[in-house]
Structures are given as C-alpha cells and as structure tokens.
C-alpha cells in the first residue's frame, strides 16, 4: 500500500504561523555577498539579480540544448518516455526548489546550480564518463569528472563569469556520495575554487572531498539522489528491465512519487530553521538501501553493462585517438576543428589565451564530452565507415 508521509503538526503549524507573520527563518545566501572572477560586470539589478543572471546564462549556454539527447541511464532505446539528461536535470531544480522554499533558501541560486550540474556530462551516462576518463588518464595522468567539466563548460570553455556561489554548488554536487547530515563549508575566492578543481584532476578521489559552501548546494545535492532514485526504476519498467516489485519495501517507499513526497517531507521536518541540512537515520538507511538495490539491479546489470562495453567503450577510443591525431597534425579539415573549436569560437568571448592553443588531449575531451549520443554515432560512423562496430536501438515496436 503507497505511504505519503505528511509534516508533523507542531511543525506544519509552525511554519503556517511563520509565514503569515512574514518570519520565516533567514537561511537563505545572501546575495550581497556574491562573488565574480570579474565583480565590476554582471551587476545585479531589481529586474535580474545575482543568480538570475546565472540562470540566464546556464539556460543560454550553447550545450544545454545538448541535454536532451545526452543518455541518464538507459542508452540504445528509441523511446521518448525514458529520462534523457534534460528532463533529470528539471526535476532536480523542482525537487530543490520545493525544499528549499519551505527552509526560506535562495531559490534562484538553487536553480542555478540544478540546471548547471550536469552541462559538462558526457553522452552514454556514468559509461561514457568512465571510458572518457581512461583514456584522459592513459594519455595524460589527469581525470575527468562530469561535474569538474561542467564547471569547466561554463567558466572556460565559455568564461560567463559565473558566480563562485553557483559553480561551487555545481563541482559539490556529487550526488553518489550520500550523507545523514549536509553542513556547508566556506569557500570565499576564487583562487580556493580553482585550487580545489586542479586538486581533481590530480586525483579523482578528491571529487568526493569537496563539500557545497551554501545550504542551497546542500539542498542541490541531496536532491540529484532523489530525482533519479524512483526515476531510474520508472525507466527499468519501460525498458523491461525490471518490475517495481523487484525491489524491498521500505521506509521510504518503492514508488517513485512516494521517494519524493518522503524524502523532502523528512528533510524539511529535520532541517527547518537549522544551519544544515538533514534526514533521521531511518529514511537515511532507506535511502542507502534503495540506492543500493538500484546498483545491484540496474546500474550493474550485465545486460546493460555488455552493450555499453562492447560498443561505446572501443567506439570511443578509436574517436579519442582520431581526434588527438587530427590535432597534433594539423588537420584543419576534421570535425575537431570545424565542428568543435569554430564552433566556441563563435561565442566571441575574450580569451588571455586563444581556445585553440588549448592542450590537444584536453580539446579532444572538451569535444567529446559535448556530444550527444546521436551525434557521437553519426559522427563515429562518419570518421569510420568500415568499422563493425555498429550500436542498435530498441524501437518502439521491437
């Protein structure tokens, strides 16, 4: 039977006295303490504040279209109702959004950080960010990781000047790495940022060490889990992976709509009016536990593993080492330089260096991140017309 836990009452009346008295607890960043790498531009006004800029510029960003035809879990299906990036990055922001409204947050620097998470992802999910990875790696003793390139993506590759607040919450959000309690760590310039970043490309053990500085990532973060807990099992059932009754009833629920609805209800009743953020150990173990089902029964099924494996990991390399070679020659011709490199360049950002005197291995991964899936086929098939390798989508009618 579906469970749909409510606020207690102290707290609901609490909080319904509070708003009518207009003194809801003051939680929220203060957006008078945003910082820039250039604070002279992007002035906040009455119309368009601090984040709303940020917004803006995330929503405006030449890749965000690209999320919705980047893979979340579930690849090589020609089905409209299975999640693509786009649609998990939205319920991401409504999931923040609804507990961060109820805590008195800044609802627009939540925002800003759920739209912005993933713009650095690569195609093919967490498969593609593992592949592109090894190679990185093999070739030059750096790491990738989706939420370091998304930073990447909009304070580099396009230098929107971003706010530190936002790309904080962006590298912070490692949304694989739950905790009982979220506590914000102050980060106040640029330089810590920037030192934090390199230190995981170092090493990719690093990633899992930096913490959201505001209560706004905090929030941010433990929603990501949320948004694809319930959802990654939708997308089971209509991949006739699995059926809903595949997995252990617990405190949490097994629904999709009941892990929202339990998880945002716990963490307000656990959160409000504190410094951080917080579930009670029982809905922490549930989540845990249903996090884990998910690995057991989806992310590590041998069906979806062995078609990633067989097909997009030796696609991928043969891409990478194409493109590198395309680079180190010169070949002006190739869709590393007409595709990739023109097409940041049309941006017309001032740049100390130009993009294209970037490190060869790091355009190449630049590209590549930036693909879609559809693209990275077309543009696989293109490059090598002869190849055996071909990937099969599941139709609608298969």
């Not at 923040?96 to 620097?109: C, M, P, S, V, Y």
């Not at 390199?198 to 706004?216: G, I």
């Not at 997995?247 to 998880?263: H, K, Q, R, S």
Request: overall charge negative; proline content about 4%.
């Amino acid at each position: 039977m579906l469970n749909y836990e409510k606020l207690s009452e102290p707290l609901a009346a609490t909080m319904k006295k509070n708003i009518e008295n207009g003194s809801l607890p003051k939680m929220a960043f203060d957006e008078g303490k945003v910082l820039r790498r250039d604070n002279e531009k992007d002035r906040a006004n009455l119309i368009r504040t601090a984040f709303i800029r940020d917004i803006d510029k995330i929503i405006h960003c030449p890749y965000y279209n690209r999320y919705a035809d980047k893979t979340q879990v579930f690849s090589f299906y020609k089905n409209d109702d299975i999640t693509r990036r786009g649609l998990h990055v939205q319920l991401v922001s409504r999931i923040a959004r609804t507990i961060g409204k109820a805590l008195g947050l800044n609802l627009d620097l939540i925002e800003a950080i759920a739209l912005g998470h993933d713009i650095g992802h690569t195609p093919f999910g967490h498969a593609g960010e593992t592949y592109l990875d090894e190679l990185l790696y093999e070739h030059t003793g750096r790491h990738f990781s989706h939420n370091i390139h998304s930073v990447r993506v909009l304070d580099r590759i396009f230098p929107y000047n971003i706010s530190l607040q936002t790309l904080n919450g962006i590298a912070a959000h490692d949304g694989e790495m739950e905790l009982l309690e979220y506590h914000p760590q102050p980060l106040d310039s640029f330089e810590e940022l920037d030192r934090q970043i390199e230190a995981c490309y170092v090493d990719k053990k690093n990633v899992r060490k930096l913490v959201p500085a505001t209560l706004e990532g905090c929030v941010m973060r433990i929603s990501d889990i949320i948004a694809y807990l319930g959802k990654d099992r939708q997308d089971a059932e209509k991949a006739e992976l699995l059926k809903t009754d595949a997995y252990e009833e617990c405190a949490i629920g097994t629904y999709n709509a009941e892990i929202i609805n339990n998880l945002i209800v716990n963490i307000i009743e656990n959160s409000y009016g504190k410094p951080y953020i917080k579930m009670d150990a029982v809905h922490f173990d549930a989540l845990k536990k249903a996090k884990a089902d998910n690995y057991d029964l989806i992310y590590k099924n041998d069906k979806v593993k062995a078609e990633l494996e067989q097909t997009v990991r030796p696609m991928m390399r043969e891409l990478y080492e194409k493109l590198l070679d395309d680079l180190v020659n010169e070949n002006k011709t190739s869709p590393v330089f007409t595709h990739h490199i023109a097409y940041v360049n049309k941006a017309h950002y001032k740049r100390t260096t130009p993009y294209e005197q970037t490190e060869p291995n790091q355009l190449v991964v630049d590209y590549i991140a930036s693909m879609t899936d559809d693209y990275f086929i077309d543009l696989y098939a293109h490059l090598f017309p002869e190849s055996s390798l071909k990937i099969c989508y599941k139709g609608y009618f298969d």
